[in-house]
């Protein structure tokens, strides 16, 4: 099924130079990229991203780290979408992630793992439209 998802590009994957490596292996899946910028994300559009995870212990330190640089986000297409992706960015902890996910290869932390793929299909319609406005996805094959 034709599905649409959100990719995030965290602080740390930016900071380290993993933006191209990161959009490349998406790339090259053979997803299409519909939407993509870099934004530096608000206390409150933070907040209303991470909403599921509030009052979690590590809520407070998720909030800091992911407004503490910018990010880049992106709006993939393909078939089933969401749990490829979810396969190709590996388990949460980079420490447990298999190598050739990408926090396999990239991530030693649970917070600091380069990147967020949406896990459901409701999720990634919810976490598309808090980052992007309908303008911002273009329609082209
Ligand atoms: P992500 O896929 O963006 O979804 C929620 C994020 O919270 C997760 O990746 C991690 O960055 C972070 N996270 C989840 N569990 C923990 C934890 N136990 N300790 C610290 N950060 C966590």
């Known amino acids: 099924m034709n599905e649409q998802t959100l990719i995030l590009i965290k602080p740390d994957g930016v900071s380290r130079g993993l933006i191209g490596e990161i959009i490349s292996r998406f790339e090259k899946k053979g997803f299409k990229i519909k939407a993509l910028k870099m934004i530096w994300m608000s206390r409150e559009i933070a907040e209303k991203f991470y909403e599921m995870h509030k009052g979690k212990p590590f809520y407070d330190s998720l909030i800091e780290f992911i407004t503490s640089k910018p990010v880049v986000a992106m709006i993939i297409e393909g078939d089933n979408a969401v749990s490829v992706a979810r396969k190709m960015i590996g388990p949460t902890d980079g420490r447990e992630a298999p190598p050739g996910t990408i926090r396999g290869d990239y991530a030693l932390s649970k917070q600091a793992n380069v990147v967020h793929a949406s ?11 808090i980052l992007f406005k309908q303008e911002e996805i273009y329609d082209w094959s």
């Open 119 to 129: 896990d459901s299909p409701e999720n990634a319609y919810r976490e598309i439209s």
